[in-house]
């Protein structure tokens, strides 16, 4: 009865190389996104989908691609994989679309270590 | 730019008194404001919101603040707990799907 999953949990990879983060929520929520946390803790917004349609793209590389096959599904492809790319990942959902509430309900974290 | 600041990276006070925690906000306006707890190794948990219009909002030994003058909001536990000891996230919302989060306050309750 997890709300917001997130597989996997950790990743550990080199640097150069392409992988996903998948994510998942049961909330029937409209909006989902994407955050990093760095390590100092800051979380930043990258992205954020409303019906599987983008609205927020915070300049994030275009490496970084989203993908949201239906709207209780958020994916995140990193292509060519660089070291300032660790960090931990967050998916979060929410409940209200337009200008609203936007309470977030957060996922448990990818933490990806680019070595 | 926006800027949202929390003003203590780390609090430390000793259980049974109130934490009191600041989130000051520069060239923004949020339509409401948000605190979340952060527990380490977890995502952030919802704790409380406050509308633009509102003054004043509580929560069992939660209380929060919201002085759009003052662009700042304080949040306070009362008679703390160590299991509330964690880090605590405001966050402000501006609409549209969009909210930003403030720097954290690491917050140590001492038994």
């Known amino acids: 009865d997890t709300a917001v999953s997130q597989t996997p949990k950790y990743l550990v990879t080199q640097m150069g190389n392409d992988k996903s983060i998948k994510c998942e929520q049961n909330?029937?929520?409209?909006?989902m996104y994407w955050y990093k946390q760095d390590s100092k803790k800051f979380l930043k917004i990258m992205f954020s989908y409303n019906n599987k349609e983008l609205i927020i793209n915070e300049t994030v590389p275009n490496r970084f691609s989203p993908k949201s096959p239906d709207k209780a599904h958020l994916n995140l492809h990193i292509n060519s994989l660089e070291l300032g790319d660790s960090a931990v990942y967050f998916c979060?959902?929410?409940?209200?679309?337009?200008?609203?509430?936007?309470?977030?309900?957060f996922g448990p974290g990818t933490r990806l270590t680019v070595l | 730019s926006q800027k949202i600041e929390q003003n203590s990276e780390a609090l430390n006070i000793q259980e049974g008194k109130t934490a009191t925690l600041t989130c000051n906000y520069t060239n923004y306006s949020p339509a409401h404001l948000q605190w979340y707890r952060q527990d380490p190794g977890r995502g952030p948990v919802f704790l409380l919101l406050?509308?633009?219009?509102?003054k004043e909002k509580r929560k069992e030994r939660l209380k929060v603040t919201f002085d759009t003058t003052l662009k700042q909001s304080l949040f306070h536990i009362t008679a703390s707990q160590p299991a509330d000891s964690a880090t605590y996230l405001c966050a402000l919302d501006g609409g549209y799907q969009k909210v930003t989060f403030g720097t954290g306050t690491k917050l140590q309750v001492i038994p």
């Open positions: 909330l029937g929520h409209d909006t």
């Open positions: 979060a959902s929410s409940g209200r679309g337009g200008a609203s509430y936007n309470e977030q309900f």
């Open positions: 406050i509308r633009e219009n509102e």
